[in-house]
């Protein structure tokens, strides 16, 4: 810090300029805002697919399945809409009156389907606080072309 005395009637008067103590100041603040990390607490915990298997019907909890065409089946229960209206109605009458959000949730989707679809489940699985949640891959639909050939 630079001390300068001031040249008045005789008495000096010492002037401190905090200019330099401000930057470093602004300079440490930038730093820990900078390297803090932010923790998310409303996060969900997912299981990514780890290969090419195919499960037929999970043993426990509910089970969506989403087609190439972004339609759902929750439980065996095709929707008629897929709206979310009418997914958040499906899952929690799937949920039933279990209020426990350990209850898993497997989301089987086709290996075409939009991401759009997949994460839809994923929103409305947080809204009715279902977090335990599992997604798999599953294989790609024949195309109907292909099921032409096969025949």
């Known amino acids: 810090m630079k001390f300068t005395r ?4 005789g008495r000096g008067l010492a002037v401190v300029e905090i200019t330099p103590l401000i930057d470093v100041v602004f300079l440490l603040l930038i730093f820990f805002v900078v390297s803090t990390t932010f923790v998310r607490t409303s996060a ?44 958040l ?13 350990t209850l898993p949730l497997v989301i089987a989707a086709d ?11 994923m929103d409305a699985a947080r809204e009715l ?12 639909s024949p195309a109907p072309d292909d099921e032409a050939d096969d025949g």
């Open 44 to 87: 969900i915990e997912v299981d990514l697919p780890d290969g090419p298997r195919r499960v037929d019907r999970v043993p426990a909890g509910i089970e969506v399945r989403v087609s190439a065409t972004g339609d759902y089946t929750v439980d065996g229960e095709v929707l008629v809409e897929s709206g979310r209206a009418e997914l």
């Open 89 to 101: 109605r499906a899952l929690g009458q799937a949920r039933g009156e279990m209020p426990d959000s």
């Open 6 to 9: 001031a040249r008045r009637s």
């Open 129 to 140: 606080g279902l977090t335990k949640l599992s997604v798999l891959t599953e294989a790609p």
């Open 111 to 121: 290996a075409n389907a939009r991401h759009e679809t997949v994460v839809r489940v």
